[in-house]
């Protein structure tokens, strides 16, 4: 089953969009472009298998504990000193994946970075769903 991507509101469906039309439109600077070519990816074979092998997907405790469901940290990229991470959930229908933020890699895990992150609100159900 693929999975439909969306994103969380307001803040990635804001930032998404922007990096769209700056890259679609030619003004997107280097580190942009970069940025949406990776992210694009990670889109991909996250709506095609979110377990797929270079996503490294793992759920985030101390993020689903703050947030009352279950927060996924999948990877955009590794061994990069700006490695980029993206939190999502399952929902907010059966077939959906929301994108709830994108950050880099918390440093410290296991000091309470994931506390500093904070993330986008799931949109509402379209009657489609």
Not at 73 to 84: C, D, F, G, T, V
Request: with cysteine; charged share 30%; aromatic share 10%.
């Amino acid at each position: 089953m693929a999975f439909k991507i969306r994103m969380g509101i307001p803040e990635m469906d804001r930032y998404w969009g922007e990096l769209q039309q700056t890259c679609h439109n030619g003004t997107a600077s280097k580190d942009e472009q970069q940025l949406y070519k990776k992210w694009g990816k990670a889109l991909k074979l996250l709506s095609e298998n979110p377990r797929h092998p270079s996503l490294r997907t793992h759920d985030i405790d101390a993020l689903s504990r703050r947030y009352g469901i279950k927060v996924w940290q999948s990877y955009l990229e590794n061994r990069n000193s700006r490695a980029m991470r993206m939190f999502w959930v399952y929902g907010p229908s059966e077939d959906s994946i929301t994108i709830i933020g994108l950050v880099l890699h918390p440093e410290d895990a296991k000091r309470g970075a994931y506390e500093k992150v904070n993330l986008s609100d799931l949109p509402p159900l379209d009657e489609s769903d």
